[in-house]
Nanobody, 125 residues
Framework: QVQLVESGGGLVQAGGSLRLSCAVS????????MAWFRQAPGKEREFVAA????????YYADSVKGLFTISRDKARNTVYLQMNSLKPEDTAVYYC??????????????????WGQGTQVTVSS
């Protein structure tokens, strides 16, 4: 089965940066889309960013445009989320997700087939 493992979370001050990684292993995908979601305490999981594996097209939630960057390294089978100018409201558990057989992004949780365990990002004020 496909395994997604996030890493890189931690505690940072407002204005700081973090780079999250999502290592992909198991089944080899042909075309698929990778995404990052986040879930703050007491809130629903929300879409952050997505990238198509083959074409590298990227998509962002309005709240993170110009601040976060999603990318993928095909050679390393890894997806990254570079987060800059972090704010306390960015505090959440960040999840990596994948949907196979697609070159289109989706913003809803139910569209994705595979999920990582999540990594905690805490931004202090």
């Amino acid at each position: 089965q496909v395994q997604l493992v996030e890493s890189g979370g931690g505690l940072v001050q407002a204005g700081g940066s973090l780079r999250l990684s999502c290592a992909v292993s198991g089944r080899t995908f042909s075309s698929y889309v990778m995404a990052w979601f986040r879930q703050a305490p007491g809130k629903e999981r929300e879409f952050v960013a997505a990238v198509t594996w083959n074409g590298g097209s990227t998509y962002y939630a309005d709240s993170v445009k110009g601040l976060f960057t999603i990318s993928r390294d095909k050679a390393r089978n890894t997806v990254y989320l570079q987060m800059n100018s972090l704010k306390p409201e960015d505090t959440a558990v960040y999840y990596c997700a994948a949907r196979g057989g697609s070159n289109y992004y989706y913003t809803n949780v139910g569209a994705y087939d595979y999920w990582g365990q999540g990594t905690q990002v805490t931004v202090s004020s």
